[in-house]
């Protein structure tokens, strides 16, 4: 029997991340023995009940995965149908009203993360319900913002939540520039929020990390930041269209987990998300955005996750200040939606969720009826990253009390702001230590 | 901006989610009520986030969600949540970071909480991607539907029931297994 002390520390129930699942951390003396971040139910019912359904129905049917994340399921599924049938939507109104609705998304989704999910950890608050009671302008703000995004989402989308406007092809009704213009005074008072935000963000106390996994993210032809198309590139030398992903990607079956763990074939885990995307496209954010970044202090490189935090603030600002350009240029098409004839083929589509890389490939017959169906969410792919962030983080902490370790552990998950309600059905957290 | 009608109930869940759309379900068994009576009857799906939003303005709402309790499957539990949080046990289940009891106490933290907060839970037991309501919980369907009906006409004549009850009270009306009596019937 070992001498020394070894300890488990777990949580049951991670709490403030998207969806359930558990943590297992076990140590002997100051090494880490073990690292697992349990995942279990993948979307897998979802790529068997779109067997069958018409290549139309894929928006809709994908984007009851997530309640947080519908509008990247729409627009992996929209890219990788229109890619199948031979037809690429890259510019104009359509293209435009998409990168909008996928803006409305980012707000939404990263002012909840950033305030209520993330915020209290900083602040040390178990809990949003208890930070809210002492800070009630901070829980404000956030929400206000996200109301914003909600405001966008409802206006181009049908809806906020599993938004009824997306098609292949397009959308069934396109907004008159006058509807739009509705939405110029709520994003330019998030935009100001947001700007609050990062500078609010960057006076937070962050624990030291280095955390070095390859940075995955899209990268936009146009030369913007990344959301709604592009190739697939890397810090590393990765660099390939969307339809070569299963030749570089892997996905593994892992014993302690349901959901699938991908890593690149040549080198192993990568990340994707806020600080992938920021790292790669720095100079394609807008300049407002890259000014409040450098006011942060924070420059063109970030590979400390706990400030993460700060990188989805600059996104924050990225998304309100790029909805508004959208708006500023926007003619009503003629048309909402270009003609997309169905034949046979299989077709792939990659979209920046705001939490990562959401990558579908659909394999489709003459009459448009889907014959295969896959979709790797962003948190498949970052689970091996998260696992090995949160291994440096054990090791780096050690000597941190149970309770404190925990607490600096489930903090590391938070940072990846993982959706295992796409991933996933269930998470518990554990620490050993022997 | 106030909102045109005081009353509202809404109906929360998953509609892919087996007993976690009971919400969404009793919400559906009620749109004759939004149509007809002046109470505002909605669905919510997603994150418990967006209800604060919803019942902005709100004077009165009755919240309908799924609940793990440990109860028997298809138990409809009653809990006035005005001034009292909702009791762990009872949390409505839910898959995202913010669930209705979530919701309820950050709204309460914040201080924009509607002066009346009723949450009808239904015990559910299965809740696998891609089923539908177990065999349980569809039965419980019309039994809530009809008590949260009740309530809110109640709610909406001022006279509800609830208001000479103490606040924070909670009781399992019925089981939909049992013997067949009448939520009204079980009530305390």
Redesign the interface.
């Known amino acids: 029997m070992s001498e020394v002390p070894t300890r488990t520390i777990r949580t049951d129930y991670l709490?403030?991340?998207?969806?359930?699942g558990a943590m297992y951390v076990e140590l002997e003396g100051d090494q880490v023995r073990e690292v697992k971040l349990r995942i279990y139910?993948p979307?897998r019912?979802?790529e068997a009940?779109l067997r069958g359904r018409a290549f139309t129905e894929a928006p809709d049917i994908t984007s009851?995965i997530c309640?947080?994340c519908p509008i990247a399921y729409q627009m992996s599924a929209v890219r990788a149908m229109e890619d199948a049938c031979g037809v690429a939507i890259d510019s104009g109104p359509i293209r435009d009203l998409r990168r909008l609705i996928y803006c409305g998304e980012w707000i939404e989704s990263h002012s909840?993360h950033v305030y209520?999910?993330h915020a209290p950890d900083f602040l040390g608050y178990p809990?949003?319900?208890?930070m809210?009671?002492d800070h009630?302008k901070v829980?404000?703000q956030g929400?206000q913002m996200?109301?914003a995004g909600?405001t966008v989402m409802t206006l181009v989308g049908g809806r906020?939540?599993?938004p009824i406007n997306v098609r292949v092809g397009g959308f069934y009704r396109a907004p008159s520039r006058r509807e739009l213009r509705t939405l110029v005074d709520p994003l330019e008072q998030a935009r100001e929020t947001a700007l609050a935000t990062v500078r609010w963000a960057a006076g937070l106390h962050f624990p030291d990390a280095t955390h070095e996994p390859e940075l995955v993210a899209l990268a936009d032809p146009g030369g913007g930041y990344p959301i709604d198309l592009g190739r697939i590139v890397s810090d590393r030398g990765l660099d390939i269209a969307p339809a070569d992903f299963d030749a570089h990607v892997v996905e593994e079956h892992v014993e302690h987990s349901n959901a699938l763990h991908a890593r690149i074939r040549a080198r192993g885990s990568y990340l994707t998300g806020p600080l992938a995307r920021y790292n790669l496209a720095f100079g394609q954010l807008r300049p407002l955005a890259q000014a409040a970044a450098h006011e942060a202090g924070v420059g063109p490189t970030c590979r400390n996750p706990f400030q993460s935090i700060i990188v989805r603030a600059v996104e924050l600002v990225q998304a309100c200040d790029d909805a508004l350009a959208i708006i500023s240029r926007y003619e009503q098409p003629d048309r909402p939606a270009v003609e997309v004839a169905p034949r046979r083929g299989v077709g792939h589509g990659a979209t920046e969720a705001p939490r990562g890389m959401l990558y579908h490939r659909y394999e489709i017959d003459d009459d448009g009826t889907i014959l295969a169906a896959t979709i790797v969410p962003p948190t498949s792919q970052n689970q091996l990253a998260i696992e090995e962030d949160l291994r440096a983080v054990a090791g780096r902490h050690f000597d941190l009390s149970d309770e404190e370790l925990k607490l600096r552990c489930e903090q590391a998950i938070r940072n990846h702001d993982p959706c295992i309600?796409c991933a996933t059905?269930f998470l518990d957290l554990t620490i050993e230590r022997r | 901006m106030p909102r045109s009608r005081s009353v509202l109930v809404i109906g929360v869940g998953n509609a892919v989610r087996g007993d976690d759309a009971a919400g969404l379900e009793v919400a559906r068994r009620l749109a004759d009520l939004d149509r007809e009576s002046g109470i505002e009857v909605r669905a919510h799906e997603g994150d418990g986030v967006g209800l604060l939003e919803l019942w902005d303005g709100a004077e009165a709402i009755v919240l309908v969600d799924s609940a793990c309790s440990g109860a028997v499957p298809g138990t409809i539990h009653r809990i006035d949540a005005s001034s009292a949080r909702v009791p762990v046990p009872l949390r409505p289940a839910s898959t995202h970071a913010l669930g209705v009891a979530e919701a309820i106490e950050l709204a309460r933290a914040m201080e924009t909480l509607p002066s009346t907060v009723i949450v009808y839970g239904l015990e559910g037991s299965l809740y696998e991607t891609g089923s539908s309501l177990s065999e349980h919980v569809a039965p419980a369907i019309d039994l809530a539907a009809d008590a949260v009906r009740r309530e809110a006409l109640g709610l909406l004549s001022g006279h509800s029931a609830s208001r000479s009850r103490s606040r924070g009270s909670r009781s399992a009306l019925c089981s939909a297994r049992g013997s067949g009596r009448t939520a009204a019937d079980q009530r305390e």
Do not use: Q
């Open positions: 709490a403030r991340v998207e969806g359930e139910e979307p019912f979802f009940l009851r309640g947080i909840l209520l999910l809990g949003f319900v208890e809210a009671r009630p829980a404000e929400l996200k109301k909600n906020e939540i599993h309600s059905h």
